[in-house]
């Protein structure tokens, strides 16, 4: 049986929690609605964003992990990047978060999940 919870439950869990932490966060593009894989573009303030994906981890978990770091010189190519993903599976999310410590957030939406 899969304990996953469904991926529109997570997003606006992930939306919510953000906004209790005095950040924001925005779906930028909608996944499959139960079964989508969640993409979060972290910025934090002063900061280039960072994309962070669930990856499976050894023992058998699946944590987000820092996948891509936008290069502040040329910030086009961070942004094309998440449009080839989005154009290779489009039942992923993308959900935007801006908080002040992007990586304890992350670390957080792992420890509830």
């Known amino acids: 049986m899969d304990t ?3 991926a529109h439950l997570e997003a606006s869990a992930i939306i919510r929690r953000a906004e209790a932490q005095g950040g924001s966060a925005m779906v930028l593009a909608k996944g499959e609605r139960d079964a ?3 993409l979060l573009v972290m910025i934090g303030r002063g900061e280039a964003a960072v994309l962070f994906e669930r990856m499976p981890q050894l023992d058998g978990s699946r944590s987000f992990v820092a996948t891509k770091r936008e290069d502040i010189e040329n910030p086009q190519e961070f942004s094309e990047y ?4 989005r154009r290779q599976d ?4 993308l959900i935007e978060v801006s908080i002040a ?4 957030f ?3 939406c792992d420890e509830t999940r």
């Open 101 to 104: 410590d992007p990586e304890r």
């Open 82 to 85: 998440l449009a080839r993903r």
């Open 90 to 93: 489009p039942d992923t999310w």
């Open 36 to 38: 989508g894989t969640i």
């Open 4 to 6: 996953r919870l469904p």
């Open 106 to 108: 992350v670390a957080a």
